[in-house]
């Protein structure tokens, strides 16, 4: 919902990796700013209304992002397309960061205006992963940024170190970097960056995107 610039990126980084996308916009003009080779559905209207969400294939929806230029329209969007069409991976953008915090503790992902970038979406929307920020010399190291299952929130970072053999570097909160301590526990829409052996990253991508036992 939303095709500004950082709705019409998103919208078209999904559809490059192959996923289907549909955009919400009050504004037909809007959808001007996506490429003219994007094969998505463009939908007029207002993003939260149920029936213009059905339109969008809400139902069939793996992920929804809210991304308008209004806190208030994105996260009443963001609240419906959770509670009433159950869409689990839902984010929105929040310009308030003080607010953004409160949804956040709701359980609504959000991303506040100044650590905005349209791949932070991404990482909301699409399955929980890995990525690659930083390699040693040698190759045998490397730095990753983890999305892990929902199911890991209230974990003790201990916990989590152990399932992927490496050690937690920092934690991204609410945009701002934070250092873990003994007593640090995973929250949701927290990002972990682990330092971890480079032949492990793939099997702790796998273990950390999916609930762990103790925890089903």
């Given amino acids: 919902m939303g095709c500004g610039r950082v709705g019409a990126q998103a919208a078209t980084a999904l559809e490059a990796r192959g996923h289907t996308v549909a955009v919400i916009d009050q504004d037909p003009a809007a959808f001007r700013k996506l490429p003219a080779r994007f094969a998505g559905h463009r939908v007029t209207g207002v993003g939260f209304d149920r029936e213009i969400l059905r339109q969008a294939g809400i139902a069939e929806a793996y992920g929804f992002a809210a991304v308008s230029s209004g806190d208030n329209s994105n ?16 984010v929105a953008r929040i310009y308030d960061p003080q607010r953004a915090e409160v949804y956040q503790r709701l359980g609504i992902a959000t991303v506040a205006t100044v650590p905005w970038a349209a791949d932070q979406v991404l990482r909301r929307v699409l399955p929980a992963g ?12 490397t730095l990753a940024r983890f999305d892990l299952h929902p199911a890991w929130v209230g974990a003790d970072l201990t916990e989590i170190e152990a399932a992927a053999r490496g050690r937690v570097a920092f934690i991204s909160r609410f945009g701002d970097a934070v250092l873990p301590t003994a007593r640090t526990v995973y929250q949701a829409g927290d990002l972990l960056h682990i330092m971890l052996p480079t032949d492990a990253m793939l099997a702790a991508e796998r273990l950390l995107a999916r609930a762990p036992e103790a925890r089903l």
């Fill in 130 to 141: 890995a990525a690659g920020e930083y390699q040693d010399p040698s190759g045998h190291l």
């Fill in 75 to 90: 996260v009443l969007a963001a609240r419906v397309v959770r509670e009433t069409f159950g869409v689990d991976n839902v």
